[in-house]
């Protein structure tokens, strides 16, 4: 089963360089560092040639950052407004992979960086994912007291494969599954999944207390 991407929007809707960062962040995802062509990216971005992507990003390295950065910002933004809202375990993961699900390319971008990537951009890993499983890690531990400190770090983990492998595994599950992991129906049933899952694992969310007078 051939999986659908989600419609671009216009051309004339977006500016110069989100055009480029959307078409980059795909390409980046689908051939990686060395796979994706510059070229390529600039024409499907509807630029006249290479050289005015250049006019936006110094190379093609720092494409691939603003790309993975532009996926990853609105997540580590999510997981920010937790620390504000004790109640928000379950709507972080829900908006979470209806995030996801909009953007799909975002999980496979940052899988694609832990594995043959890593040797082209070894800065990337730590400056750009660390933040992410450090603020998955503090989610946790304000949303659960039963799991020990040590173990946390493996919950952050676990919570991550639930959350994005979901969508990284999306070309083996529609061909063994016959199942389109981005379909409306199958992203509602994986947020009821992750939703259940943070429950059993962590336990309901804590409301918040109210202010003290």
Request: charged residues 25%; without cysteine; hydrophobic residues 45%.
């Amino acid at each position: 089963m051939s999986r659908r991407r989600p419609p671009a929007p216009p051309l004339e809707a977006q500016s110069t360089r989100d055009r480029i960062l959307d078409v980059a962040g795909r390409r980046f995802a689908e051939r990686g560092f060395t796979g994706a062509s510059v070229r390529q990216i600039a024409a499907e971005a509807g630029l006249r040639n290479q050289a005015s992507l250049y006019h936006h990003f110094r190379n093609k390295r720092a494409l691939y950052e603003a790309a993975l950065a532009r996926g990853i910002e609105p997540v580590l933004a999510m997981v920010a407004e937790s620390r504000d809202d004790d109640a928000l375990g379950a709507s972080l993961v829900e908006r979470t992979v209806a995030y996801l699900a909009a953007h799909p390319h975002v999980p496979l971008l940052i899988h694609r960086l832990g594995l043959e990537d890593r040797r082209y951009l070894p800065s990337v890993v730590p400056r750009v994912i660390r933040p992410l499983y450090a603020e998955g890690v503090k989610s946790l531990a304000r949303q659960s007291r039963s799991w020990s400190p040590e173990m946390l770090p493996h919950l952050a983990i676990g919570f991550y494969h639930l959350i994005f492998g979901y969508f990284v595994s999306a070309p083996l599950l529609e061909a063994a599954l016959d199942l389109e992991v981005t379909a409306p129906a199958a992203v509602r049933r994986q947020q009821a999944f992750v939703r259940e899952a943070l429950t059993r694992l962590v336990g309901p969310s804590r409301p918040r207390r109210p202010p003290s007078r």
